[in-house]
């Protein structure tokens, strides 16, 4: 079946550095890919998407590349701040299918 | 467009009880989902709407757990006989029909069952 596997956390880094979240998902066919974020106590954001092959997504600084060859789609902001903090859920959506199946989640964590 | 609106934000309940969560998803998205998700893992599939039609529930859907959504529009899940291991965030989604539309999520609501 469709799976994703993502780094465990947490992270923890000062502000302005250099994040990578790795992704990677195990799918039949042509899943289209998702970064979404979860602030402290709320619900989930759609971060990016991506829906093909070497397609990039990006929003607010932060950038995923779907790598077929790889089945990767890791996550990268080059300058983070404290306002970053959030768990990061990487997830897929199967083209035969219509329900997101999730990564357990990292933890960041951006200190000052 | 309002985004999910989920309702209530929290609830505290003792076990035995029965609760109920309301959703109302996206203006004009046919498609509705009701994911649970407990701390510190990814949330987890547990039925999902096209209209008015249940078409999958999830094994992690006991007997005691029951969603309707009347005419399409909003819709609500019953959790009857709370247990302790109720307790989570119950979220909701929405999306436009095509497989590859965005899901967008509501806040959540947090069950406490003591």
């Known amino acids: 079946g469709n799976s994703v596997t993502q780094m465990e956390g947490p992270v923890t880094l000062s502000e302005e550095a250099f994040l990578t979240i790795n992704c990677t998902y195990t799918a039949t066919g042509y899943p289209s890919l998702f970064w979404y974020v979860q602030y402290p106590g709320e619900g989930l954001q759609l971060l990016l998407k991506a829906t093909k092959a070497d397609d990039k997504g990006s929003n607010k600084g932060f950038e995923a590349t779907y790598r077929k060859e790889t089945t990767s789609f890791h996550l990268e902001k080059g300058s983070v701040q404290v306002s970053d903090s959030a768990v990061y859920f990487c997830a897929l959506v199967h083209s035969l299918d219509y329900k997101l199946s999730f990564g357990a989640g990292t933890t960041v964590t951006v200190r000052a | ?114």
């Open chain 2, 1 to 114: 467009d309002t985004g999910v609106s989920q309702d209530p934000r929290h609830k505290i309940t003792k076990r035995g009880q029965n609760v109920t969560f309301r959703c109302d998803p996206i203006s004009e998205h046919n498609r509705l989902y009701w994911y649970r998700q407990t701390l510190g893992q990814g949330p987890e599939f547990l039925t999902y709407f096209q209209n008015e039609a249940q078409l999958e529930k999830s094994r992690l859907l006991s007997d005691r757990f029951s969603a309707e959504r009347p005419k399409g529009s909003f819709s609500t899940l019953e959790i009857q006989r709370t247990e302790q291991g109720d307790s989570a965030m119950y979220l909701c989604a929405s999306s436009p029909g095509g497989g590859r539309n965005t899901i967008y999520f509501g806040e959540g609501s947090w069950l406490t069952v003591v």
